[in-house]
Nanobody, 122 residues
Framework: QVHLVESGGGLVQAGGSLRLSCAAS????????MGWFRQAPGKDREFVAR????????DYADSVKGRFTISRDNAENTAYLQMNSLKPEDTAVYYC???????????????WGQGTQVTVSS
């Protein structure tokens, strides 16, 4: 089992940047594929990005491609989401999640953090 804690959210103006961190504890971090998801008020939780166990393979939602970058540091047991050129529509609670494979669907991720709020003002 793994415990996840997100940090780095906040209020930023449109066009700005934030870097989210997801610190993991418990079982060896490198055995998990990691994902970032987000949930805006009144909307379903949606996929943002994912990264393989080694960090060599990544994937992004079309809405964030070219603006967000997912990465991980297995030595530090941490995953990151660098968010650039933020837009008001990026406003949401952002969650990191861990799965035993390079997963895409929400229901493939058994482990979740508590979420961190990102608010982008226009």
């Amino acid at each position: 089992q793994v415990h996840l804690v997100e940090s780095g959210g906040g209020l930023v103006q449109a066009g700005g940047s934030l870097r989210l961190s997801c610190a993991a504890s418990g079982r060896t971090f490198s055995v998990y594929g990691m994902g970032w998801f987000r949930q805006a008020p009144g909307k379903d939780r949606e996929f943002v990005a994912r990264i393989s166990r080694s960090g060599h393979i990544t994937d992004y939602a079309d809405s964030v491609k070219g603006r967000f970058t997912i990465s991980r540091d297995n030595a530090e047991n941490t995953a990151y989401l660098q968010m650039n050129s933020l837009k008001p529509e990026d406003t949401a609670v952002y969650y990191c999640a861990a799965a035993t494979n390079y997963a895409l669907a929400i229901n493939e991720y058994p482990y979740w953090g508590q979420g961190t709020q990102v608010t982008v003002s226009s």
